[in-house]
């Protein structure tokens, strides 16, 4: 099958290196630095699934998001909770495509100036008139980067309300800090209008994450990418079957 490359030369990366506080980390603790080094493999990997996957006939799920949709600290770049979820999926006869565009550090801005932008030039999916499946995950960067990232979080949020294909599923932020709640607020009140649809990973995300976390202590495993599959899946089932 031919390679396509995703449109804007966007191969999964951000652009920016490593935050000081995970290179410092990393250089001293063995668990985070096996982490830290699967970022950069996973990203090709990621790159190169998504030129083969331009050209894969069938419904398209376009994924938006950062190192939590590209399955940092799943034991492959292929065993996170987008594979997990897609798996689940075609077990109750929804085969899609995965396009993964996510990046590992990403942030709201980043989403909106690099991964939107490349969802508006893809080519058509091949072989079917469906409308693609988009789904976000993004925000604990801003939050975790503190500052004015984590202060105009809510203002991002509401640009990426604003910006995304109508029908979207957009996942709250469960952190039990101003930020978030404000920022959730700009995706409720977009579900009353109609336009988005969210997973609400407030109440119906992982209530422990006892022995499902990588050993950086911050990306889930695989049990932990399972659990966050798992409020996924009636979310997005009700999407693909609603008709546009």
Same mark, same amino acid.
């Given at each position: 099958m031919t390679a396509t490359p995703l449109p804007l030369g966007y191969e999964n990366r951000t652009g920016r290196g490593r935050g000081v506080l995970t290179r410092a980390l990393g250089s001293v603790l063995p668990g985070v630095r096996r982490v830290n080094d699967q970022v950069e493999p996973y990203a090709r990997a990621w790159t190169a699934h998504n030129a083969t996957a331009l050209g894969t006939p069938g419904r398209r799920w376009v994924v938006l998001g950062d190192s939590m949709s590209q399955g940092v600290g799943a034991s492959a770049w292929n065993a996170g909770w987008v594979d997990q979820l897609a798996g689940l999926l075609a077990e109750r006869g929804h085969p899609l495509v995965v396009v993964n565009l996510s990046a590992t550090g990403a942030r709201t801005p980043d989403l909106l100036e690099q991964q939107l932008p490349v969802l508006q030039a893809l080519p058509p999916a091949v072989g079917t008139d469906e409308p693609d499946l988009v789904t976000v995950l993004i925000g604990s960067n801003d939050l975790f980067a503190g500052g004015a990232s984590r202060r105009g +979080? $809510?203002? !991002?949020? #509401?640009?990426? %309300? #604003? !910006? +995304? $294909?109508?029908? #979207? %599923?957009v996942a709250t932020l469960p952190q039990p800090r101003q930020a978030a709640r404000l920022a959730n607020r700009h995706l409720e009140d977009a579900v009353e209008r109609g336009d988005l649809t969210i997973v609400d990973l407030r109440t119906d995300g992982p209530t422990s994450w006892r022995g499902k976390l990588a050993s950086d202590f911050f990306h889930p495993n695989d049990a932990g990418y399972a659990e966050m599959a798992a409020p996924f899946l009636p979310v997005v089932l009700r999407a693909l079957e609603r008709r546009p």
């Amino acid at each position: 099958m031919t390679a396509t490359p995703l449109p804007l030369g966007y191969e999964n990366r951000t652009g920016r290196g490593r935050g000081v506080l995970t290179r410092a980390l990393g250089s001293v603790l063995p668990g985070v630095r096996r982490v830290n080094d699967q970022v950069e493999p996973y990203a090709r990997a990621w790159t190169a699934h998504n030129a083969t996957a331009l050209g894969t006939p069938g419904r398209r799920w376009v994924v938006l998001g950062d190192s939590m949709s590209q399955g940092v600290g799943a034991s492959a770049w292929n065993a996170g909770w987008v594979d997990q979820l897609a798996g689940l999926l075609a077990e109750r006869g929804h085969p899609l495509v995965v396009v993964n565009l996510s990046a590992t550090g990403a942030r709201t801005p980043d989403l909106l100036e690099q991964q939107l932008p490349v969802l508006q030039a893809l080519p058509p999916a091949v072989g079917t008139d469906e409308p693609d499946l988009v789904t976000v995950l993004i925000g604990s960067n801003d939050l975790f980067a503190g500052g004015a990232s984590r202060r105009g +979080l $809510p203002d !991002a949020f #509401a640009a990426m %309300v #604003a !910006a +995304l $294909p109508r029908g #979207a %599923v957009v996942a709250t932020l469960p952190q039990p800090r101003q930020a978030a709640r404000l920022a959730n607020r700009h995706l409720e009140d977009a579900v009353e209008r109609g336009d988005l649809t969210i997973v609400d990973l407030r109440t119906d995300g992982p209530t422990s994450w006892r022995g499902k976390l990588a050993s950086d202590f911050f990306h889930p495993n695989d049990a932990g990418y399972a659990e966050m599959a798992a409020p996924f899946l009636p979310v997005v089932l009700r999407a693909l079957e609603r008709r546009p």
